[in-house]
């Protein structure tokens, strides 16, 4: 069975691979040999498993049309079998509850601040997906604690304008002064609101994000290290 698993696990990082591939691709098409690979992988899968399932999830004849003379299937049918296989194999035979419960438990509880453990253990340890929603919860957290720290409750400022204003580059600016050094502080105001920008503007304003429960886990942990700097953080203004 160790064995089995260790070989899923495999076809799932090359099944995953050809997925971020292709969805980065600009191409509308996807080759033959593209899809036959997967097609390779998914009856590897299938012969191991028995599940059939997979049989449904392979691009077949009718899955693909003659381009310039060349056998090719639309990106976005090739999504709608390469989707569900990544995430049916991820759910159902990688990442099984109690799996999970082992590889996340400690990290999960070295993880101090309440409100953030208030806000994403459930779906850390319960939910079966989109676990973007754990990136989304974890900035807001951080976010609130940056609005609250900096007296900035009564305005409407959000997202990068709140942090821009809280946390300046400039020491005579700044709400929140995180190191008398000025090249730190300068560091400091880069750095939350890189976090802001890159990572809670997409949970906030698309479902695109993706990331797994593990990556999901890691990110928490940073936040609470964040969240940890913004408490001790002196407010000047």
């Given at each position: 069975?160790?064995?089995?698993?260790?070989?899923?696990?495999?076809?799932?990082?090359?099944?995953?691979?050809?997925?971020?591939?292709?969805?980065?691709?600009?191409?509308?098409?996807?080759?033959?040999?593209?899809?036959?690979?997967?097609?390779?992988?998914?009856?590897?899968?299938?012969?191991?498993?028995?599940?059939?399932?997979?049989?449904?999830?392979?691009?077949?004849?009718?899955?693909?049309?003659?381009?310039?003379?060349?056998?090719?299937?639309?990106?976005?049918?090739?999504?709608?079998?390469?989707?569900?296989?990544?995430?049916?194999?991820?759910?159902?035979?990688?990442?099984?509850?109690?799996?999970?419960?082992q590889k996340v438990g400690?990290?999960?509880?070295?993880?101090?601040?309440?409100?953030?453990?208030?806000?994403?253990?459930?779906?850390?340890?319960?939910?079966?997906?989109?676990?973007?929603?754990?990136?989304?919860?974890?900035?807001?957290?951080?976010?609130?604690?940056?609005?609250?720290?900096?007296?900035?409750?009564?305005?409407?400022?959000i997202g990068l304008p709140?942090?821009?204003?809280?946390?300046?580059?400039?020491?005579?600016?700044?709400?929140?002064?995180?190191?008398?050094?000025?090249?730190?502080?300068?560091?400091?105001?880069?750095?939350?609101?890189?976090?802001?920008?890159?990572?809670?503007?997409?949970?906030?304003?698309?479902?695109?994000?993706?990331?797994?429960?593990?990556?999901?886990?890691?990110?928490?942990?940073?936040?609470?290290?964040?969240?940890?700097?913004?408490?001790?953080?002196?407010?000047?203004?």
């Open positions: 069975m160790e064995q089995n698993k260790k070989e899923i696990i495999k076809i799932y990082t090359l099944i995953k691979g050809i997925y971020q591939g292709i969805k980065e691709s600009n191409y509308e098409l996807v080759d033959e040999s593209t899809y036959e690979q997967y097609n390779s992988l998914i009856n590897v899968i299938y012969k191991i498993t028995s599940d059939d399932y997979f049989k449904m999830l392979m691009i077949g004849l009718e899955d693909t049309d003659e381009y310039g003379g060349e056998s090719k299937c639309a990106k976005y049918l090739f999504l709608t079998k390469i989707i569900p296989a990544k995430d049916y194999i991820n759910d159902i035979y990688i990442d099984t509850k109690e799996e999970i419960i400690a990290l999960y509880n070295s993880i101090e601040d309440t409100q953030l453990q208030k806000r994403c253990g459930d779906i850390l340890l319960e939910a079966s997906g989109a676990f973007d929603r754990v990136i989304n919860q974890a900035t807001q957290v951080l976010e609130d604690r940056i609005k609250k720290k900096a007296g900035l409750e009564k305005t409407n400022l709140l942090v821009s204003k809280a946390i300046h580059s400039k020491l005579e600016h700044t709400i929140l002064k995180f190191n008398e050094n000025p090249d730190i502080q300068e560091h400091y105001a880069s750095l939350f609101k890189g976090i802001i920008g890159v990572y809670r503007n997409s949970t906030h304003h698309g479902l695109e994000y993706e990331c797994s429960r593990e990556e999901a886990l890691k990110f928490c942990s940073y936040i609470d290290l964040l969240l940890k700097e913004v408490d001790k953080s002196e407010k000047i203004i």
